[in-house]
Nanobody, 111 residues
């Protein structure tokens, strides 16, 4: 089991940017595919982006071209750079590795 801690959420205006971070308690990025999910009020949790140990990435259609997933293996940290944010991006964002989940970080996009 690994502990995952997200940070970087907050309130941002439409069109703005945020960078989320997910710190893992041990080195796992070269072992497991890592992913960001999000859950908006009243909706199911959905995949936002994932990155494999080889660095291959996948994005949901709703964020493609606006979000970028990356990782720093030296710091055991994964990132989600979010640009051109929209109100529909408002959700709690979760970090995932295998069966482990972080506690989530709130992202609110509003004017």
């Amino acid at each position: 089991q690994v502990q995952l801690v997200e940070s970087g959420g907050g309130l941002v205006q439409p069109g703005g940017s945020l960078r989320l971070a997910c710190a893992a308690s041990r080195s796992i990025y070269l072992i497991y595919t890592m992913a960001w999910y999000r859950q908006a009020p009243g909706k199911q949790r959905e995949l936002v982006a994932r990155i494999t140990p080889l660095g291959d990435t996948h994005y949901s259609d709703s964020v493609k071209g606006r979000f970028t997933i990356s990782r720093d293996d030296r710091l055991n940290t994964m990132y989600l750079q979010m640009n051109s944010l929209k109100p529909d991006d408002t959700a709690v964002y979760y970090c995932n590795s295998n069966d482990d989940w972080g506690q989530g970080t709130q992202v609110t996009v509003s004017s």
